[in-house]
């Protein structure tokens, strides 16, 4: 069982629907970063969470500490948000990032 | 423009060619970082540095080669590239692990 557990791994959505990934974890963190990789594109850092909400722009992401568990969500999407959004936690015992497998989003017109 | 710069884009090695993946930072980080990327398989630390002098190995270490003598930059070193080691690479680096990080954007290398 992987450390960070992402769900689902792939989501097809419609132009202005209300996008939920939800991710898992089960070791200790310091942190829970949320990051966006574009097709044949580099990796991009949305947010940093050690625990409540963040929010910028259209996207919202929360974490619950005691339950190990982060949803990122986007509200009215857009074609151009089609991106793999991947999870990762930082570990309380280091500076390592653990990666979740990542969730492939599509966003059709 | 301040940020994590990585060299080469894109590689194509022979089985058994040697080579170093660059990366550099302008932000005055401290901890660097490298990692590959393969399909089903999510992002993997190969090797990690806190500072100056001081590299560890990560999750998939063998094959790969560290060294951090200035804070800038991190070099990653395959010394005898093998087929199982096509893939994505990306260098990253924070202050800390209470910040954000930086990815570089990322070297594609194929081993034929």
């Known amino acids: 069982k992987n450390e960070v557990e992402q769900s689902p791994q792939n989501l097809t959505a419609q132009e202005g629907e209300f996008i939920t990934i939800n991710c898992s974890y089960s070791?200790?963190?310091?942190?829970l970063h949320w990051l966006q990789q574009h097709p044949g594109g580099g990796i991009v850092s949305l947010f940093m969470?050690?625990?409540g909400k963040k929010k910028h722009g259209r996207l919202i992401a929360t974490i619950n500490i005691q339950e190990k568990h982060s949803s990122l969500h986007i509200t009215a999407s857009h074609p151009r948000d089609s991106a793999v959004y991947i999870c990762?936690?930082?570990?309380?015992?280091?500076?390592?990032?653990?990666f979740g497998e990542g969730t492939q989003l599509t966003v059709n017109p | 423009n301040a940020g994590v710069t990585q060299t080469p884009k894109f590689q194509v090695l022979k089985t058994g060619q040697s080579m170093t993946l660059q990366c550099a930072q302008d932000?005055?980080?401290?901890?660097m970082s490298w990692y590959r990327q393969d399909p089903g398989m999510g992002l993997r630390l190969i090797h990690y540095?806190?500072?100056?002098?001081?590299?560890d190995q990560g999750e998939v270490p063998n094959g790969y080669n560290v060294s951090r003598s200035t804070t800038e930059d991190f070099p990653l070193r395959l010394l005898s590239a093998a087929p199982s080691q096509t893939s994505v690479y990306f260098c990253?680096?924070?202050?800390?692990?209470?910040?954000?990080?930086?990815f570089g954007s990322g070297t594609r290398l194929t081993v034929v």
């Open positions: 990253a680096s924070t202050f800390d692990r209470f910040y954000g990080y930086t």
């Open positions: 070791v200790g963190i310091s942190a």
């Open positions: 969470l050690s625990s």
């Open positions: 990762a936690v930082s570990e309380t015992s280091g500076s390592r990032l653990t």
């Open positions: 932000m005055n980080h401290e901890y």
């Open positions: 540095s806190v500072g100056a002098g001081i590299t």
